[in-house]
């Protein structure tokens, strides 16, 4: 049986449009906050910055300062967001799949 009280969970934890967007940009890579918000079309910097501490919060990400100068602040996924793998690969590929039953288009995952 389907439980709602899990889901609403995970939901207030990766809600929104932007937290898996950030995950995927540092696991691939985007360390820095300007290499982040640049990987992410459309994020500006105060929603990136309450979006990381979230997620620093939620133990998915690390935020590291490295004193300077100049003073760099870089972030890594822990291990525990590579729990949100399957997530994101499942929404990716529904993604996929639903634009291309809308719009009748053909996507590259």
């Keep these: 049986m389907l439980s709602i009280k899990p889901l609403r969970d995970a939901l207030d934890i990766i809600n929104g ?16 906050f300007r290499d982040i918000e640049r990987s992410i079309p459309g994020i500006s ?9 979230d997620l620093e919060m ?11 100068p100049p003073v760099a602040v870089s972030y890594e996924a822990l ?14 590929d529904w993604g996929v799949k639903h634009r291309e039953k809308v719009m009748g288009q053909e996507v590259g995952a």
């Excluded at 939620?58 to 300077?68: A, D, F, N, P």
């Design 17 to 32: 449009k932007w937290k898996l967007q950030i995950i995927v940009a540092i696991r691939t890579g985007h360390q820095r």
């Design 45 to 53: 910097s105060k929603v990136l910055a309450k979006e990381l501490k």
């Design 58 to 68: 939620h133990l998915l990400i690390k935020r590291t300062v490295r004193e300077g």
């Design 79 to 92: 291990p525990y967001a590579a729990t949100l793998d399957p997530v994101i690969l499942s929404l990716r």
